[in-house]
């Protein structure tokens, strides 16, 4: 089974610098899609970045950008000139692309706190 | 356009009692998905259906939970005799299919508590 692993419980930021968000999964499959959602204070989860396993260039987003290595099956989550609004939990997302499979798996999340 | 609604957004029960969340998905999404998100843990999977079929179910759904599309549109959740373990806020999230990334889009959740 594939698990998606966040080391960092609670980051912090400057307004403006840019922060880091690490992830890491483990897999036997050679396909399959990643995706960083940001969930704020009780409101709804969003999509803020996804990427498929086969494209080597990085996806970007904007201020969000992303650190693929597929070989060390580790996918962080760059937020540049960081804004108050990016406050929000933030989760590493799974999902197959083969065998039918359409559930996400998450990681356990990174709290993101954004100073003024 | 609208997004994902949930209802309620808020329940609380009494163990041993049932209790019934439905989701509405965008209009256009034929795939739509229930998670189960538990404080300081992220969503985990507990079905999907594809039109009315439900084509994926986690070891997570246990007996006392049943879901349905009857129509392809609408789902309900349905838990019986509700645990304290329950407690939790429970996702839908829905789909267009057929697309390279299949984003899924999420509701607002209804956050239960089971006293």
């Known amino acids: 089974a594939q698990t998606v692993t966040q080391s960092q419980p609670e980051m912090s930021v400057q307004e403006a610098e840019t922060v880091t968000l690490s992830c890491t999964y483990d897999t036997s499959e050679s396909d399959y899609y990643l995706f960083w959602y940001k969930q704020p204070p009780s409101r709804q989860m969003i999509l803020v970045i996804r990427?498929?396993?086969?494209?080597?260039q990085n996806a970007t987003e904007n201020r969000f950008s992303v650190n693929f290595q597929k070989a060390a099956k580790s996918f962080s989550l760059k937020i540049s000139d960081s804004q108050l609004g990016d406050a929000a939990m933030y989760f590493c997302a799974y999902r197959s692309a083969t065998g039918g499979s359409e559930k996400l798996v998450f990681g356990k999340g990174t709290k993101l706190t954004v100073n003024p | 356009d609208t997004g994902v609604s949930q209802d309620p957004r808020h329940k609380i029960t009494k163990r041993g009692q049932n209790v019934t969340f439905r989701c509405d998905p965008i209009s256009e999404h034929n795939r739509l998905y229930w998670y189960r998100q538990t404080l300081g843990q992220g969503p985990e999977f507990l079905t999907y259906f594809q039109n009315e079929a439900q084509l994926e179910k986690s070891r997570l759904l246990s007996d006392r939970f049943s879901a349905e599309r009857p129509k392809g549109s609408f789902s309900t959740l349905e838990i019986q005799r509700t645990e304290q373990g329950d407690s939790a806020m429970y996702l839908c999230?829905?789909?267009?299919?057929?697309?390279?990334?299949?984003?899924?889009?999420f509701g607002p959740g209804t956050r239960l508590t089971v006293l």
């Open positions: 990427q498929e396993a086969y494209k080597q």
């Open positions: 999230a829905s789909s267009r299919g057929a697309t390279l990334y299949n984003e899924q889009f």
